[in-house]
């Protein structure tokens, strides 16, 4: 799904984190400075493929936050993830350069999809063991208990409803009971997982197998910690992956300290014959409370053995300077994350087709980039799609909606905007002959009242005034925009701004939850912008019903291309992330995780 | 004495109280992150989200939200379970208690011991260039908020980033949980750059209160008494200035270990030190609701048992105040 609700209902981190949305801006927080390259150039991504790198040696993090958990059934932010990928073997997995296409990781190859589209076979691959205490090799019941576990009100995984509730025998109200057998997750044999759909969704469910919560979870020895309220398996959690949490010789977790430091060392069980990772570093440490982010840059560019950051990228003009001086310590690459301001579709005057057109048309989206740090941290967006998501080529790439004259010029046009108010104004509303707005309705807008975020609703305030429009900018702590106002209909906002991205490769989250009009809630709604359009719901069936070889790449091309046409955000910006590191460290990033990938990263010898 | 300080515990019962109560007021009523949605993590749909509310009672009114806190805070001092880091919140405490402990008690000695005896030095060269030129450092160092200057001293005199590599910098605070109390060795090279830079303006502060106050003392009638004794200077000022003096540097320092904590988590921050400070910054920032109930509630103990011992202290070392009391 997608909404990094992490990083689009809410980030943070990041962030966090707190509502999904909070935690989408909060990814985009701390980028800043000049848009001196040019209103409408984009510079060129690092190169991020791995390099074969030399075995051992050690490294460390330097991040502001701690994973969300070690629990595989919970865990699911930027830190979290990328510890989870180097711990644990999910079903499938990403090459660390390529986050559109799985690869298989625990299975043998890829799923088996029934001809009606509602079972979804894997098969398991020998010889991955779990990491002491459990020592033993894993099978395709341990799968089973990860997946059942995240139904139970112990281990709520957030997704597994949204993702995996058309599997049969789910519990009617996923994460609110105890633990219970799923019918539809068999397993006929040691190595063989059958996933029985109640509908059609193989499609979706086949791409969500990268997901934490098909790392598998040993019964007889997570049971204990299961049975408490939350769940303490994460603070006792058994491996797969190449590394695990360091341990004492009893098997009792030594290597955490929550929201401090968390260090990773070789598990010993592991088998690299099983594995597409190398693994080349001996030991991570993940040092947490990294807060101010040009610091801990600093320290990586002039250190030794250091990578830096999480959620949030270095300071701007620090990544500008080291990609001008030592390029080899800077990896920029895209972070699968489109920027957008929702206009509410249901309030006046932006409820008129031809004012949102007028908006798209006539704001300077290089403006709104200028704060999340110009066409250094991001290409101008023309469309919802982002680079490194499936679709977004099927789409038209970095041209997505080019041929919709009020989309053409994201850098504004002045001409076509007048053109689209004077339609506006044959709709009856107040507008001059000049095209400009004379009515007296203010626009509600909300947002964090923090950088870059409220310095991004300023320009759009800016922006849309040159049009007559009179945006009333209301500016609130960032945990709130989202629980309080955008995501609450109710309340009435008019214009919101936010960062969406998708955890999975597919478009599905990425479109569907924002703009699907039957996904409008009263409360906690993810489609802020309230647009529901028939056609645009029926071109999302017809997408989400097909597989890949299908067309279903292209029948999604098609959704974000109709969305498109009813205006109902402006994607400004796709944004970069940035990682940089010490010059003996040859790091790799994941496109997937938008961290570095601790499995290909190794130190320069 | 005895039943003053039963008198203040009593109170600081009654201000604990108080304190709970308004903490969970401005976190759990006013806006702010939903302890459900941090628990159900990004992605989650609003029926988990609801089940969560449900399963923690933040559907129910506040008074008995407030009243089931309490009774797990009294009757099993469970001060709650932090669903940012999954583990509770009371060993959180516990583990960076000793780290906040370690960096006041050394930016404690190091302002007592800078900010007293320059308070000496101007007082008794009182108008002199040494003493104008003291003081003019001491407002400079007043002015300089603490979290500037700790970047400036990184920037600096840091091992890791700074110009002139002196000091162990940012991110060398030992891992492991470590104090002052349990590993002064290892701990106590990470602490002296932080605890310079929190304990920079209270020197200051200290300096040109001690100045003021012992400027008075040392024109007092009994002063001049001594000195017509023949005593040496030197026992006139220490001895008999300085224990008028003491009083009030006393009370003063009690106020200001609270004004400490705050100045601490500026100071975590910067330095990276895994303390309180970094502790309740995070859960503000996530909306940690748990954590930041534990950790004000927690500061709001310390100020006030500190505040405690002060007095206890000015009665022993003040026989008027210990009459007053009585």
Same mark, same amino acid.
């Given at each position: 799904?997608?909404?990094?609700?992490?990083?689009?209902?809410?980030?943070r981190?990041?962030?966090?984190?707190?509502?999904?949305?909070?935690?989408?801006?909060?990814?985009?927080?701390?980028?800043?400075g000049?848009?001196?390259?040019g209103?409408?150039?984009?510079?060129?991504?690092?190169?991020i493929?791995?390099?074969?790198?030399?075995p051992?040696?050690?490294a460390t993090?330097?991040?502001?936050?701690d994973v969300?958990?070690?629990?595989?059934?919970?865990s699911?932010?930027?830190?979290?993830?990328?510890?989870?990928?180097?711990?644990?073997?999910?079903?499938?997995?990403?090459?660390?350069?390529?986050?559109?296409?799985?690869v298989?990781?625990?299975?043998?190859?890829l799923?088996?999809i029934?001809?009606?589209?509602?079972?979804?076979?894997?098969?398991?691959?020998?010889?991955?063991?779990?990491?002491?205490?459990?020592d033993?090799?894993?099978?395709?019941r341990?799968?089973?208990y990860?997946?059942?576990?995240?139904?139970?009100k112990?281990?709520?995984?957030?997704?597994?409803?949204?993702?995996f509730?058309?599997?049969?025998?789910?519990?009617?109200?996923p994460?609110?009971?105890?633990?219970?057998?799923?019918?539809?997750?068999?397993t006929?044999?040691?190595?063989?997982?059958?996933?029985?759909?109640?509908?059609?969704?193989?499609?979706?469910?086949?791409q969500?197998?990268?997901?934490?919560?098909?790392?598998?979870?040993?019964?007889?020895?997570?049971?204990?910690?299961?049975?408490?309220?939350?769940?303490t398996y994460g603070?006792?959690?058994?491996?797969?992956?190449?590394?695990?949490?360091?341990?004492?010789?009893?098997?009792?977790?030594?290597?955490w300290?929550?929201?401090?430091e968390?260090?990773?060392?070789r598990?010993?069980?592991?088998?690299?014959?099983?594995?597409?990772?190398?693994?080349?570093?001996?030991?991570?440490?993940?040092?947490?409370?990294?807060?101010d982010?040009?610091?801990?840059?600093r320290?990586?560019?002039?250190?030794?053995?250091?990578?830096?950051?999480?959620?949030?990228?270095?300071?701007?003009?620090?990544?500008?300077?080291?990609?001008?001086?030592?390029?080899e310590?800077?990896?920029?690459?895209?972070?699968?994350?489109?920027?957008w301001?929702?206009?509410?579709t249901?309030?006046?005057?932006?409820?008129?087709?031809?004012?949102?057109?007028?908006?798209?048309?006539?704001?300077?989206?290089?403006?709104?980039?200028l704060?999340?740090?110009?066409?250094?941290?991001?290409?101008?967006?023309?469309?919802?799609?982002?680079?490194?998501?499936?679709?977004?080529?099927?789409?038209?790439?970095?041209?997505?909606g080019?041929?919709?004259?009020?989309?053409?010029?994201?850098?504004?046009?002045?001409e076509v905007?007048?053109?689209?108010?004077?339609?506006a104004?044959?709709?009856?509303?107040?507008?001059?002959?000049?095209?400009?707005?004379?009515?007296?309705?203010?626009?509600?807008?909300?947002?964090?009242?923090?950088t870059?975020d409220n310095?991004?609703?300023?320009a759009?305030?800016?922006?849309?005034?040159?049009l007559?429009?009179?945006?009333?900018?209301?500016?609130?702590?960032?945990e709130?925009v989202?629980?309080?106002?955008?995501?609450t209909?109710?309340?009435?906002?008019a214009?919101?701004?936010?960062g969406?991205?998708?955890?999975?490769?597919?478009?599905?989250?990425?479109?569907v939850?924002?703009?699907?009009?039957?996904?409008?809630r009263?409360?906690?709604?993810?489609?802020?912008s309230?647009?529901n359009?028939?056609?645009?719901?029926?071109?999302?069936?017809?997408?989400?019903?097909?597989?890949?070889g299908?067309?279903?790449?292209?029948?999604w091309?098609?959704?974000?291309?109709?969305?498109?046409?009813?205006?109902?955000?402006?994607?400004?910006?796709?944004?970069?992330?940035?990682?940089?590191?010490?010059s003996?460290?040859?790091l790799?990033?994941?496109?997937?995780?938008?961290?570095?990938d601790?499995?290909?990263?190794s130190?320069r010898? | 004495?005895?039943?003053?300080?039963?008198?203040?515990?009593?109170?600081?019962?009654?201000?604990?109280?108080?304190?709970t109560?308004?903490?969970?007021?401005?976190?759990?009523?006013?806006?702010?992150?939903?302890?459900?949605?941090?628990r159900?993590?990004?992605?989650a749909?609003?029926?988990?989200?609801?089940?969560?509310?449900?399963?923690?009672?933040?559907?129910?009114?506040?008074y008995?939200?407030?009243g089931?806190y309490?009774?797990?805070?009294v009757?099993?001092?469970?001060?709650?379970?932090?669903?940012?880091?999954?583990?509770?919140?009371g060993?959180?405490?516990?583990?960076?208690?000793?780290?906040?402990?370690?960096?006041?008690?050394?930016?404690?000695?190091?302002?007592?011991?800078?900010?007293?005896?320059?308070?000496?030095?101007s007082?008794?060269?009182?108008?002199?260039?040494?003493?104008?030129?003291?003081?003019?450092?001491?407002?400079?160092?007043?002015?300089a908020?603490?979290?500037?200057?700790?970047?400036?001293?990184l920037?600096?005199?840091?091992?890791?980033i700074?110009?002139l590599?002196?000091?162990e910098?940012?991110g060398?605070?030992?891992?492991?949980?470590?104090s002052?109390?349990?590993?002064?060795?290892?701990?106590?090279?990470?602490?002296?750059?932080?605890c310079?830079?929190?304990?920079?303006?209270?020197a200051a502060?200290?300096?040109?209160?001690?100045r003021?106050?012992?400027?008075?003392v040392?024109?007092e009638?009994?002063?001049r008494?001594?000195?017509?004794?023949?005593?040496?200077?030197?026992?006139v000022?220490?001895?008999?200035?300085m224990?008028?003096?003491?009083?009030?540097?006393i009370? #003063? /320092? !009690?106020?200001? +270990?609270? &004004? %400490? =904590?705050g100045?601490a988590?500026? $100071?975590e921050?910067?330095?990276?030190?895994?303390?309180m400070?970094?502790?309740?910054?995070?859960?503000?920032?996530?909306?940690?609701?748990?954590?930041?109930q534990?950790?004000? #509630? /927690? !500061?709001?103990? +310390?100020? &006030? %048992? =500190?505040?405690?011992?002060v007095? $206890?202290a000015q009665?022993v070392?003040d026989p008027?105040?210990r009459?007053?009391?009585?």
């Open positions: 799904m997608s909404l990094n609700v992490g990083r689009a209902l809410g980030a981190k990041r962030s966090a984190a707190a509502a999904a949305l909070v935690g989408a801006v909060a990814v985009l927080a701390g980028c800043g000049s848009d001196s390259a209103p409408a150039q984009t510079l060129a991504n690092t190169p493929a791995p390099v074969k790198g030399v051992g040696g050690q993090l330097l991040s502001a936050a969300d958990s070690l629990d595989p059934g919970i699911d932010y930027n830190v979290g993830l990328m510890v989870l990928q180097a711990t644990q073997r999910t079903l499938y997995a990403f090459a660390p350069d390529d986050a559109t296409k799985v298989p990781d625990l299975a043998k190859g799923p088996k029934s001809d009606d589209g509602k079972t979804v076979t894997v098969t398991i691959r020998s010889g991955v063991r779990f990491a002491p205490p459990v033993r090799e894993v099978t395709s341990d799968i089973k990860a997946m059942e576990r995240a139904f139970t112990q281990v709520p995984s957030g997704y597994a409803a949204s993702y509730g058309s599997i049969v025998g789910v519990p009617k109200k994460n609110a009971g105890d633990y219970q057998e799923i019918s539809g997750i068999q006929p044999d040691d190595h063989t997982l059958v996933l029985r759909l109640s509908k059609p969704d193989a499609g979706l469910v086949a969500v197998l990268v997901k934490g919560i098909t790392a598998p979870v040993p019964k007889e020895y997570a049971r204990k910690f299961d049975q408490q309220n939350p769940s603070e006792h959690v058994a491996s797969t992956g190449a590394y695990m949490v360091e341990r004492d010789a009893s098997g009792k977790i030594t290597g300290e929550p929201g401090r968390l260090r990773l060392v598990n010993p069980n592991w088998d690299p014959k099983t594995d597409f990772r190398p693994a080349y570093l001996d030991a991570v440490t993940i040092a947490g409370g990294n807060a982010s040009a610091v801990a840059a320290r990586t560019l002039s250190g030794q053995g250091f990578i830096c950051c999480d959620a949030g990228s270095p300071p701007v003009e620090l990544v500008r300077s080291a990609m001008a001086r030592t390029p310590q800077v990896k920029l690459f895209p972070a699968r994350l489109t920027n301001v929702a206009l509410n249901t309030i006046a005057p932006l409820d008129n087709l031809n004012v949102r057109r007028a908006l798209m048309a006539g704001v300077n989206r290089s403006a709104l980039r704060p999340r740090g110009g066409p250094l941290m991001g290409d101008l967006a023309t469309g919802y799609l982002p680079p490194g998501l499936q679709g977004y080529e099927e789409a038209g790439g970095a041209h997505q080019a041929d919709l004259d009020f989309n053409a010029h994201p850098e504004g046009d002045a905007a007048k053109k689209y108010m004077l339609a104004k044959a709709d009856g509303l107040p507008i001059d002959d000049q095209g400009i707005y004379t009515g007296d309705t203010k626009i509600l807008a909300v947002a964090a009242n923090s870059p310095q991004t609703a300023e759009f305030q800016a922006e849309a005034k040159k007559g429009f009179d945006i009333e900018l209301r500016l609130v702590p960032r709130v989202f629980t309080n106002f955008c995501s209909p109710a309340k009435k906002v214009v919101c701004f936010l969406f991205g998708s955890d999975t490769p597919d478009p599905y989250s990425m479109l939850l924002p703009f699907d009009g039957r996904a409008i009263e409360e906690g709604n993810l489609n802020i309230q647009l359009d028939p056609k645009v719901n029926a071109a999302i069936d017809k997408a989400a019903s097909l597989s890949i299908e067309g279903r790449l292209d029948a091309a098609d959704v974000d291309e109709q969305i498109l046409e009813q205006a109902p955000a402006i994607p400004y910006v796709w944004t970069k992330k940035a990682l940089v590191s010490s003996d460290v040859q790799v990033p994941n496109t997937y995780t938008t961290m570095p601790l499995s290909f990263t130190i010898k | 004495m005895a039943a003053f300080v039963l008198r203040r515990l009593l109170w600081t019962l009654v201000l604990l109280v108080i304190v109560f308004v903490t969970f007021l401005v976190f759990v009523q006013m806006p702010s992150a939903d302890p459900a949605v941090l159900a993590g990004r992605n749909t609003p029926e988990i989200v609801a089940a969560l509310r449900d399963q923690f009672g933040l559907d129910q009114p506040w008995v939200q407030y089931k309490v009774q797990h805070l009757l099993h001092q469970d001060l709650g379970y932090s669903y940012q880091n999954n583990v509770s919140v060993s959180e405490i516990v583990a960076r208690l000793p780290v906040t402990l370690s960096v006041a008690i050394g930016s404690v000695l190091i302002w007592l011991a800078v900010g007293i005896p320059i308070g000496i030095i007082a008794v060269r009182r108008g002199r260039m040494s003493d104008r030129l003291l003081m003019i450092g001491a407002l400079a160092a007043i002015s908020p603490a979290y500037w200057l700790g970047l400036v001293a920037y600096l005199l840091s091992k890791d700074g110009v590599p002196i000091f910098g940012a060398s605070y030992p891992s492991g949980g470590q002052l109390f349990t590993a002064p060795a290892q701990v106590a090279p990470a602490l002296v750059l932080p310079l830079v929190l304990a920079a303006s209270f502060i200290y300096a040109r209160f001690v003021a106050s012992l400027s008075e040392l024109a009638d009994y002063i008494t001594a000195r017509a004794k023949g005593l040496r200077e030197r026992t000022v220490l001895k008999h200035g224990r008028s003096t003491a009083v009030p540097i009370t #003063l /320092l !009690g106020l200001d +270990l609270g &004004i %400490l =904590l100045g988590i500026l $100071v921050i910067v330095f990276n030190i895994p303390g400070g970094r502790l309740s910054y995070e859960a503000i920032q996530r909306g940690d609701i748990p954590t930041i534990g950790a004000v #509630l /927690l !500061g709001a103990a +310390l100020i &006030i %048992l =500190l505040n405690l011992v007095d $206890v009665a070392l008027r105040l009459k007053a009391r009585a």
